[in-house]
Structure formats: C-alpha cells, structure tokens
C-alpha cells in the first residue's frame, strides 16, 4: 500500500465553521491567555528546563504555548498517538523560534508585535505521524481554526539534516502559518480561478509530482484545493533552495502525462493547455503582492532569510541552541 505524505491545512475546531479573526492589541499585548503567576514552574520537576525555555521564550513574547507532554483532550482520538520525546522536543522548540519566529521577527520591521498578534497560541508536538490507511495519507501538520498548529512525527526527527528538518517540519510549519494569515485577511479570489478543472481533493494524493508541476501546482497536495494551493506555493516558495526552485519550474515546462502505471513525456507534445512554469510564478506574484498590501512583508525579503538560515545551519548552530535550554538552572540553583 502506498503510503502519501501531506500536509493538512486549515481544519475548523470542534466542527463549528468559525473562521479565525484577529483580536485588537488590548485582547493579545501585553495581557496573556495563559496563567502567568509566578511559582507556577517546578524547578526540581525533570522537564523544568525546557518549560521555563517555552516559558520565557514563547508564552511571554508571542502569547503562545508549546504542549508536548501528549494530553488526550487535545489529540484526535482518532490516532493511535505517542508523546513526542524530551530530547527531540526541546530540538524543535529552539529550532521554531530561530527557523520560524525569529525570521518574522526580523522582517517584519512595521510591527514590533506581530508573531504576538498573528501566530496560533498554542503549538503542539505529536511523537508519531497520523496515519489514515483509508486514503494512504500521513498527515504532517494540522492548522485549527487559526489558533493552534500540531506537527507530527518528531521522534523520527533528524536534527542534524537541514533538509529534513524543513522537508517535515518547517515547510509544513510555513505552510499552516499561511493558513492563519489567510483566515485573518483573505488571500485574492482571483487565485482560486487559476487552476479551475484541474484540482483533485480525493486523489491529489495519487498524483505524480511531475504531472502536477505541469499543471501549475508546486506539489501534488497544492493540486487538492484553492487554499492549500495557495499555502503550499508560498510554503515552497520560501523554503525551498535555488537549485529545488528551479527544478521544479524546469519540470513545470515540460510535457510529463500519466501513462499506464507510468509517467512519461508525451511524445506529441504539450497539450493540456497550462504552461505550468508561467501558472507557478503566477500564483508566486499574487502571494508576494498580497504579502506586501495586507500584512507590509516583503515575501522575497522572507525566502532569502529563511534561505540563510537554512544555508548555514550546522552541528555548531544546533548545539548553540540547544544551550539556551540546557544552561537553564534547575533545582535550588534556579531558586537563587
């Protein structure tokens, strides 16, 4: 059985169709959704550092809290689920401030407050993927209602692989935050009438990725509906390096078709209508613009941070971060 990945964009919390609306600066700055009295925090408890790290970092910056000790009230029972790791859990802690919210931070120059106003308030950290045998799909990331995003599978993450690290998580992590954005200020219309006839939402799954680049999605999951082809083109756009980019815009010129069990190039050619590498950056310019007049960021100037970061991410880097939890004083050292 052919197991897909994706990535599942915005779903409604508690199947009430309530979209997400942004709340004025007196409901999120400086005042917190969450307890905020001190004492609260163990410091002999043996997850303290990594507490006090979500503690000071995310619930006090961003009014946004990281739950990774698996709580069944917040897990689809559904899925057969496990706790994300300690180890693997503070890794993506540290890695989502520099890799995610440190990146908005510096290019969002007009508002000091904007991941505070604009990020889901709570980011949850799920052991294993979720696994729905029913289509062949593992879900990756989930966005709910704009105020909570739950990423999967971190105990079989590599911290160590850039790669990896932006293929599961950080592209996903961009993709739902895309999500939120649009379900605060929506995205042109005009973008749902670019691929009309060609999106598949029950078997984009089955989907080869040359096929879809043809058509002008930049991932066959794009190629399910409007929405997550717009998240999708701006998650790939921003995560994915120069030589990937230009793959994929190399593939979108040329004349890939199903065939059989097979894909091959059509031997007469093109023919289904879309120049897909002119539909692609067309889709990229519509969310650079509305990145621009809705929100004041500079979509480019995003990629290229997100890009360097990327770049020069090594062993070195990742320990540095790793400090920032494990120097924490525990016990009575944290009492002084």
Same mark, same amino acid.
């Given at each position: 059985?052919?197991?897909?990945?994706?990535?599942?964009?915005?779903?409604?919390?508690?199947?009430?169709?309530?979209?997400?609306?942004?709340?004025? =600066? #007196?409901? $999120? #700055?400086?005042?917190?959704?969450?307890? /905020?009295?001190?004492?609260?925090?163990?410091?002999? /408890?043996?997850?303290?550092? $990594?507490?006090?790290?979500?503690?000071?970092?995310?619930?006090? *910056?961003? #009014?946004?809290?990281?739950?990774?000790?698996?709580?069944?009230?917040?897990?689809?029972? !559904?899925?057969?689920?496990?706790?994300?790791?300690?180890?693997?859990?503070?890794?993506?802690?540290?890695?989502?401030?520099?890799?995610?919210?440190?990146?908005?931070? *510096?290019?969002?120059?007009?508002?000091? !407050?904007?991941?505070?106003?604009?990020?889901?308030?709570?980011?949850?950290?799920?052991?294993?993927?979720?696994?729905?045998?029913?289509?062949?799909?593992?879900? $990756?990331?989930?966005?709910?209602?704009?105020?909570?995003?739950?990423?999967? #599978?971190?105990?079989?993450?590599?911290? /160590?692989?850039?790669?990896?690290?932006? %293929?599961?998580?950080?592209?996903?992590?961009?993709?739902?935050?895309?999500?939120?954005?649009?379900?605060?200020?929506?995205?042109?219309?005009?973008?749902?009438?670019? /691929?009309?006839?060609?999106? =598949?939402?029950?078997?984009?799954?089955?989907?080869?990725?040359?096929?879809?680049?043809?058509?002008?999605?930049?991932?066959?999951?794009?190629?399910?509906?409007?929405?997550?082809?717009?998240?999708?083109?701006?998650?790939?756009?921003?995560?994915?390096?120069?030589?990937?980019?230009?793959?994929?815009?190399?593939?979108?010129?040329?004349?890939?078709?199903?065939?059989?069990?097979?894909?091959?190039?059509?031997?007469?050619?093109?023919?289904?209508?879309? %120049?897909?590498?002119?539909?692609?950056?067309?889709?990229?310019?519509?969310?650079?613009?509305?990145?621009?007049?809705?929100?004041?960021?500079?979509?480019?100037?995003?990629?290229?941070?997100?890009? $360097?970061?990327?770049?020069?991410?090594?062993?070195?880097?990742?320990?540095?971060?790793?400090?920032?939890?494990? %120097?924490?004083?525990?016990?009575?050292?944290?009492? *002084?």
């Amino acid at each position: 059985m052919k197991i897909s990945k994706y990535i599942l964009g915005s779903v409604l919390a508690c199947g009430l169709a309530l979209p997400f609306t942004s709340c004025d =600066d #007196n409901d $999120l #700055n400086p005042t917190s959704i969450f307890e /905020s009295e001190e004492g609260a925090l163990d410091p002999y /408890s043996p997850t303290y550092q $990594l507490d006090k790290y979500c503690d000071d970092v995310f619930r006090t *910056k961003y #009014n946004l809290q990281i739950m990774y000790k698996l709580e069944d009230v917040a897990a689809d029972m !559904n899925y057969n689920l496990v706790p994300a790791e300690y180890d693997k859990s503070v890794d993506l802690a540290v890695l989502s401030d520099y890799l995610w919210f440190q990146v908005y931070d *510096k290019v969002v120059t007009s508002d000091e !407050n904007f991941m505070k106003k604009y990020s889901p308030r709570l980011l949850h950290f799920i052991g294993c993927p979720a696994v729905n045998a029913a289509n062949q799909t593992i879900t $990756l990331g989930l966005a709910e209602g704009g105020l909570k995003v739950t990423l999967f #599978n971190l105990n079989e993450m590599d911290p /160590s692989d850039v790669y990896q690290l932006t %293929d599961r998580y950080f592209h996903t992590m961009h993709h739902e935050f895309a999500h939120v954005l649009h379900q605060t200020k929506t995205y042109p219309k005009v973008f749902d009438q670019l /691929s009309v006839g060609h999106y =598949d939402a029950l078997g984009w799954q089955y989907r080869d990725t040359r096929v879809t680049a043809t058509l002008g999605f930049v991932t066959p999951y794009a190629s399910g509906q409007p929405r997550e082809d717009f998240a999708e083109t701006i998650a790939c756009y921003i995560c994915y390096t120069d030589e990937t980019w230009n793959d994929l815009l190399q593939t979108a010129t040329e004349p890939w078709i199903e065939s059989g069990n097979s894909v091959i190039k059509n031997p007469a050619g093109d023919q289904d209508g879309v %120049d897909g590498k002119a539909l692609i950056l067309q889709k990229v310019d519509i969310a650079r613009t509305w990145f621009r007049d809705a929100w004041g960021i500079d979509l480019d100037a995003l990629r290229e941070e997100v890009q $360097l970061r990327q770049t020069t991410y090594n062993e070195a880097k990742l320990n540095e971060l790793r400090k920032l939890v494990y %120097d924490i004083p525990v016990g009575d050292a944290a009492q *002084k």
